[in-house]
């Protein structure tokens, strides 16, 4: 069955510190890997996607590359800022594209 | 273009009471999801409507839980009777893909959350 194994949190950095959260995943066939973020006091949202081995997803300075060979979707961010504090989920969505599956989300506090 | 909305945000009821929380898709979506994450664990899926029909309800708990779409438009998602281990944050989420796509994303709404003492 499809699953994601995310790191446990919380996770609390210094302001330009380097961020790397780490995110597994077991599925069957060919999915596709998603990062999403939860704000304080929001919905999530989608911080970046890929759909296929070593496809990098990227944005607002985040990066995660799809390794098939690791089953792995590790995020990271070479410098870390206050308003990046929030909950990240990993997830993974199969191939006829019904159901995401979630990490349990890892909690990031910056701090300045 | 509006996003996903919720209602209410939160809700604090007693075990045995009812609680109805509704999902406003964005307009156009005939996707629509709920999912459930309980205190500290992953976010998790219970159904997957398309239009006004249930696609997936593989994920629903028992049968105190019922999930509605009237019209292909708005959702609701009932508990009755409410127990203790159905206190949680329940998202709502839609999507425009077609079932069998790779990759379309699903917009979520800020969730429910729902206490039950």
């Known amino acids: 069955g499809n699953s994601v194994t995310q790191m446990e949190g919380p996770v609390t950095l210094s302001e330009e510190a380097f961020l790397t959260i780490n995110c597994t995943y077991t599925?069957?066939?060919?999915?596709?890997l998603f990062w999403y973020v939860q704000y304080p006091g929001e919905g999530l949202q989608l911080l970046l996607k890929a759909t296929k081995a070593d496809d990098k997803g990227s944005n607002k300075g985040f990066e995660a590359t799809y390794r098939k060979e690791t089953t792995s979707f590790h995020l990271e961010k070479g410098s870390v800022q206050v308003s990046d504090s929030a909950v990240y989920f990993c997830?993974?969505?199969?191939?006829?594209?019904?159901?995401?599956?979630f990490g349990t989300g890892t909690s990031l506090t910056v701090i300045p | 273009e509006a996003g996903v909305t919720q209602f209410p945000s939160h809700s604090v009821i007693e075990k045995g009471q009812t609680v109805t929380l509704r999902c406003d898709p964005i307009?156009?979506?005939?996707?629509l999801y709920w999912y459930r994450r309980v205190m500290g664990k992953e976010i998790k899926f219970l159904l997957h409507f398309v239009k006004e029909s249930k696609q997936d309800e593989s994920g629903m708990p028992n049968n105190r839980f019922l999930a509605e779409r009237t019209g292909g438009t708005y959702s609701t998602l009932k508990v009755q009777p409410a127990e203790l281990e159905d206190s949680g944050v329940y998202f709502c989420?839609?999507?425009?893909?077609?079932?069998?796509?790779?990759?379309?994303?699903?917009?979520f709404g800020p969730g429910t959350r729902l206490t039950v003492t």
């Open positions: 997830a993974l969505s199969g191939y006829t594209g019904n159901q995401f599956y």
């Open positions: 599925a069957t066939g060919y999915p596709s």
């Open positions: 307009s156009g979506h005939d996707n």
């Open positions: 989420a839609s999507s425009r893909g077609l079932a069998g796509s790779f990759s379309y994303e699903q917009y």
